[in-house]
Each structure stands twice: as structure tokens, then as C-alpha cells.
């Protein structure tokens, strides 16, 4: 038999001869506890051991702040995308006439409209116009996107009817236009004023083709909070688009509101709501979701999540192998206790659960205090930032580059699980190799110069 095996004998007949102590005993906490406590000639392991500590406890919670922000980044972008416009919208074919143009309208707007309507889960289907025209007052001058909408189809659109600044009232919108608020400040207008629009090549004279020019007044300003909302697009009601783009008694596209916008697909990966509302709009009809306008910006940001996660992860790896060094050098420093333990009828194992408590308690301890900071941090994120973008002089986050006004955070519980578990999961795993080293020291060696 070899020596090994008649160690691991050995321990079993102790054990039994205890009574079988259970793992993880008390007297196992007790030890383990008493290794933790740092002395001042064992100043160096406490140190390492501290750093580890700190380590794990700001990687985790760098890592739940980290994904929160980018979880809120990509649920309020969505919920802007959602609430100042249709989910879906469906187009006409264009059609080329025998002069060459090509005519994209829909005459029977309303039964469309009707119809899609009628599909299980739409909430709301209007007809609507839309065109880029020219828009200025005085010398000021901006382009635009006009969006032409019965008014009780845009008191449907959450960040328009109720937005985060507006002045004016959108039921005054019967005689007069919309501006989004970087548009209204670029042309420096108020409600009240007279705002030129400018159609090119939108008016027949006996010259040829001329630009169609009519004054509307100002009557509502609103903020949606993103940047390319409020500085570009211009809203009047249906009728009166109807005339000013000489569409006759048609329409442009038919937008589609859903109950449940994330069951739509896009034209790459259809699903059975695309399905229903295609068979809904008949023949010559094409489909648009808002997963076909932002569904890229949107998988990028899934992607970067995923990403950022797993480069996160290794700084966490990092301040979990801090607990390898101060383990290391704690069982240096024990290499005596260790041996008389052994003498005093501790098994191997004993000794492995002991060690295994001292670095599980960091990585326990860490992560509990990372998950705390990680937590604490994303709710008070916004008083945190504000003092941040004073120190740093503003302009940190500007607006007209992320689409945002306010700095998001959104803090998912699978998120902190995730976190907290991977910083458990590797604490514990990496301390049973210094634990098994501690284990398989022979109490003889241990004491030889003693």
C-alpha cells in the first residue's frame, strides 16, 4: 500500500473514531477564522489579502453598473423609438407611369387602415403622408421631415401628445403646424410665429415646375428627447398635407401601432405578426417595422452588451487570482499549524475545508460588498453623473450624438445574479487549488525544522 493511500486510511479511521465529523464543522469556521485575522508579522498577507477583497468588490460592482447602463441605454432608446412613432408601417408598390414618373399612393386608405386594424394585437392604424421639405423664418433656415396625421392619431403617440417639453397645444394643430424643438431653436421660433415651408418642385407653373412656398403659424413645440426627432421632423394635420403635397384624396403609408411592438420582425427574420399584417394589407404592399429602421443600432447594442460582459469578467478573473497569492502565503506562514493540526488527528480534508472557508469568505465577502456598491451606485446614477458632468465642465454627454437627454441605468435582478454568481463561482473555484496544497502538506516536513 502505498503512502498516500494509507494516509487517506488513516483519516478515514480518525474520522470514524470522532464520530464522523460532519464538513464544515465549527471548529473548521473557528480555525479558518482565526488564520483571517491578520497579525502584524503576517502584515503582508493581509494586505494581498485586502487587495483581493477590494479587487472583487469593485470589479463586480463595476460590472452591475456597467450592465445596467447598457440595459437602460437600450430600453429607453426603444422606449423613444416606440412612443414618438408607429411600430409598423405599410407602403405602396410604386408604380411607373406612362410618363416615366413613379406614383406611390394609396387610394383606399381608410378601408387599409380598417383592415390592419382588424388584425389581432394592432391598437391603432392611420393613414399618413410624409415629405422633406425646406422650413424657415426670416434668414433662419432648416430642412425637415413632414408628417402629415389626423390629430387624434397623433394624441396616440405618447412623446408627442405628452412629451418632455411643450408649449403651444396639439389641438390647435387644425390651423397651423408642429415643431420639434431643435428645429423651432435652429429657426428661432416661438409659438405665435409665422413659419415658411418650402416644397421644391412641388408647384406646375407654365414655366415648368416651381417651388410650392406657404406660411403656417406655430401652434405646438414639443420635446420627445431624441435628437433626431426634435430636429427634424414637423407634424400637420392629414388634410392639410394632403393639399399642400398635392396628393388628391390619398395617402402615403398606413402606420401601425402594436400592443406588443417586440413580436414584430423584420424583413430579414419575419414572424407571424408580419405575417398577419402583410395578408391584412393585400397585394402591392410592402412592410416596414421599427425593428427594419433601428434593428441594427439595436442588435449592436446587444452584441456590446454581450461583449462588455465578457471583457468585464476578466477583470473580475483578475481580483479573484489575488486570493491564489494570499493563500499561497498563508499557507506558508501555517506550514507549522498546519503540521501540528495534522498530529492532533485533523484529516486532509479538514485541513482543505479550512483554507477553502478562508478564500471563500473573501470572495463572499467581496462580492457581497461589490453587489451593495454596484446596486447603490445605479440608483443614485443621476445625482453621481450631474456631479461628474459639473466637474468635467459639461458636455460630456451630449444629446444630438446618443439620441438621449438623460443618462439611463436599468437594474435587472438576472443581471446582479449573474454578476454576483460569476464572482462567486470563480472565488470558489480558484481557492481549492492553494486549499489542496495546504491539504496535501506532510505534517513531518511541516515540523522537521521546527
Not at 400 to 411: N, S, V
Request: proline share 4%.
Amino acid at each position: 500500500m502505498s503512502d498516500a493511500a494509507g494516509d487517506r486510511d488513516t483519516d478515514r479511521g480518525r474520522d470514524r473514531g470522532r464520530g464522523g465529523s460532519a464538513p464544515f464543522a465549527p471548529h473548521e469556521w473557528q480555525i479558518a477564522w482565526r488564520y483571517m485575522r491578520a497579525r502584524r508579522r503576517e502584515g503582508g498577507i493581509s494586505v494581498i489579502v485586502w487587495y483581493a477583497l477590494v479587487g472583487i468588490a469593485l470589479a463586480v460592482g463595476t460590472l452591475i453598473v456597467v450592465m445596467a447602463v447598457m440595459v437602460g441605454f437600450r430600453a429607453e432608446f426603444t422606449d423613444r423609438i416606440l412612443g414618438a412613432e408607429g411600430h409598423a408601417r405599410i407602403y405602396p408598390i410604386p408604380v411607373v407611369q406612362d410618363d416615366g414618373r413613379r406614383v406611390s399612393a394609396i387610394d383606399d386608405y381608410d378601408a387599409l387602415a380598417e383592415r390592419i386594424a382588424a388584425v389581432p394585437g394592432v391598437i391603432r392604424a392611420a393613414p399618413m403622408i410624409e415629405a422633406q421639405v425646406l422650413v424657415s423664418r426670416g434668414s433662419a433656415n432648416s430642412g425637415a421631415v413632414v408628417r402629415g396625421m389626423r390629430i387624434s392619431d397623433l394624441q396616440d403617440l405618447p412623446y408627442v401628445a405628452h412629451p418632455e417639453l411643450s408649449e403651444g397645444s396639439l389641438e390647435d394643430l387644425t390651423h397651423g403646424i408642429a415643431l420639434g424643438e431643435g428645429v423651432a431653436r435652429e429657426l428661432g421660433a416661438y409659438v405665435g410665429d409665422m413659419i415658411t415651408m418650402i416644397l421644391p418642385g412641388g408647384q406646375a407653373t407654365p414655366f415648368g415646375m416651381a417651388p410650392k412656398i406657404k406660411t403656417f403659424e406655430l401652434v405646438y413645440v414639443f420635446r420627445v428627447g431624441r435628437a433626431d426627432v426634435d430636429r427634424s421632423r414637423v407634424y400637420m394635420t392629414f388634410e392639410a398635407a394632403q393639399d399642400y403635397f398635392n396628393k388628391g384624396d390619398t395617402a402615403d403609408q398606413v402606420e401601425a401601432l402594436m400592443a406588443h411592438p417586440d413580436l414584430l420582425g423584420s424583413r430579414a427574420n419575419p414572424t407571424e405578426a408580419d405575417a398577419a399584417l402583410i395578408r391584412a394589407a393585400g397585394h402591392n404592399r410592402v412592410l416596414w417595422t421599427w425593428k427594419d429602421a433601428n434593428g441594427a443600432f439595436l442588435s449592436a447594442l446587444d452584441v456590446e452588451r454581450a461583449v462588455m460582459f465578457m471583457i468585464l469578467s476578466l477583470v473580475v478573473v483578475i481580483a479573484a487570482l489575488n486570493i491564489i497569492s494570499g493563500l499561497v502565503m498563508l499557507v506558508k506562514n501555517k506550514g507549522r499549524d498546519i503540521g501540528i493540526l495534522r498530529t492532533m488527528g485533523l484529516t486532509q480534508g479538514a485541513v482543505m475545508r479550512i483554507f477553502f472557508l478562508c478564500g471563500a469568505g473573501i470572495g463572499t465577502l467581496g462580492t457581497a460588498i461589490g453587489v451593495g456598491l454596484g446596486i447603490l451606485f445605479v440608483i443614485y446614477i443621476d445625482p453621481i453623473f450631474d456631479v461628474v458632468n459639473f466637474l468635467a465642465g459639461g458636455g460630456i454627454w451630449n444629446p444630438e450624438i446618443r439620441m438621449l437627454t438623460e443618462f439611463p441605468a436599468e437594474l435587472r435582478w438576472q443581471d446582479v445574479a449573474a454578476s454576483a454568481g460569476l464572482a462567486l463561482a470563480l472565488s470558489y473555484g480558484i481557492t481549492l487549488f492553494p486549499a489542496r496544497r495546504a491539504a496535501r502538506l506532510d505534517p513531518v516536513e511541516a515540523l522537521r525544522y521546527e
